[in-house]
């Protein structure tokens, strides 16, 4: 499962979709940016968007992925035309980052673990 929806909205669907996710593995490409100024994040200094998401929903595995990555990058499988598009990729468990992850199409090296 895939969460691609502005940071404001996480709230919500957790309510609305907690007992469906429960056992998944989710993969979060939000940005937790205060949407009023563009020069700040909504999450405390010390955590991120997974890690509050991954509280909320401690029997979901959260991933995160995708959201340092335009998605013509990834159509392209290239940066500026050259460099090969690089998906990073975060968990606290080495087998859960690992299944999320599908090579996208026209990446040729594919998702970058980074932690």
Known sequence: MVL?????????IIGAHADELKGNILIDITNPVN??????LVVPADS???QEIQKKLPETVVVK?????????LASGLV???EPTIV???SD???????????PASSSDGPADLL
């Open 80 to 82: 500026g035309g050259k």
């Open 65 to 73: 992925a995708f959201n340092t990555t335009f998605a013509a990058t």
């Open 35 to 40: 949407f009023d100024t563009f020069d700040s």
């Open 4 to 12: 691609a929806v502005p940071y404001g909205a996480v709230e919500a």
């Open 48 to 50: 991120s968007a997974a």
């Open 88 to 90: 990073l990729v975060a």
């Open 93 to 103: 468990d080495a087998e859960d980052k690992r299944s999320p992850r599908r090579q």
